[in-house]
């Protein structure tokens, strides 16, 4: 189960900085894995520290500066 939950959350942290322009919401990168919005927002913060909207605003900040 971690396995897979590790590949999950891999392939959303690629898809976030692959398209972090377009501001991918979090319901689009959900149904790309197979989750609920809420479930992969709890998975995600569990895994990387910080939600789904956060790291993409972190990205954001980065490319600004």
Known sequence: MADET?????????????SWLEHPE??????EVGLSPRHLER????????SPEKFLQSLTLEDTK
């Open 43 to 50: 998975v995600f913060k569990r895994w990387v520290g910080i």
């Open 26 to 31: 979090l319901s689009g990168l959900a149904e």
């Open 6 to 18: 590790y590949e999950t959350i891999e392939n959303v942290l690629e898809c976030l900085v692959e």
